[in-house]
């Protein structure tokens, strides 16, 4: 499922789709939790959209509406929007909480992806 944004579309996850979408996953995925209601979501979303496409198969980006999908948000204490994980084998290991510059999220982002291999 896809997240429309202007400039093209991220993974969906959902409460039932979280497991087997994020946990389960072979390489690092940053899940953005955001709200339709929240003008810092939008701000970041096409800055999401484009390291996505940086980070290519080193990093999966996915998005979770917590208003559709409030279990998840809830089981992690989202409590701020927006809040991005990143989840590596099950676990999070990074978080970025609040909307920051593209240069920013690359950096605090990168670190957590699978290293450039060739």
Known sequence: ML???EAGALAVVTD???A?????SD??????FWA???PPCKAISQSLVELAAEFGDRMAVATLNIDENPATARAYGVM????????RDGD?????VGSRPKA???SALGKHAEPVTG
Do not use: I, K, M, N
Request: charged share 15%; aromatic share 8%; hydrophobic share 45%.
């Open 92 to 96: 999070v290991v990074g978080s970025v």
């Open 80 to 87: 701020s929007l927006p809040t991005l994980l990143v989840f």
């Open 20 to 24: 087997s979408t994020v946990l389960a």
């Open 3 to 5: 997240h429309d944004t």
């Open 16 to 18: 039932d789709t979280f």
């Open 27 to 32: 390489r690092p995925v940053v899940v953005d």
């Open 36 to 38: 339709q209601w929240c």
């Open 104 to 106: 920013h999220l690359r």
